[in-house]
C-alpha cells in the first residue's frame, strides 16, 4: 500500500484518499448528496467512538466515520 494514500470508511463504504484529506472529502468521494447534507447542517458525521467531527476534521488510515440525523 502506498504511503501517499488511506483508506477510510463512510457507513461502511471504503473509500481511498490522499493522506492529509479532511472528513468533508470522504463524504464527496463516497457521495456528494452526504456532503452536501453535512454541510447544510441536515446531517452529522460521527466517528467510530459515536462522537461528533466536523467537516474539517483530520483523518487517519482505517478510520470509520458514519452519518445520522443531527442532535436536537
Not at 23 to 46: N, P, T
Request: charged fraction near 30%; glycine fraction near 12%; charge should be negative.
Amino acid at each position: 500500500m502506498s504511503d501517499e494514500k488511506m483508506t477510510v470508511y463512510v457507513n461502511g463504504n471504503e473509500v481511498r484518499l490522499h493522506r492529509g484529506m479532511k472528513v468533508k472529502h470522504a463524504l464527496i468521494a463516497c457521495d456528494q448528496s452526504l456532503y452536501d447534507a453535512a454541510e447544510a447542517g441536515d446531517l452529522a458525521v460521527r466517528d467510530a467512538g459515536g462522537f461528533t467531527v466536523g467537516l474539517e476534521g483530520s483523518l487517519r488510515d482505517g478510520a470509520k466515520l458514519f452519518t445520522g440525523k443531527p442532535d436536537e
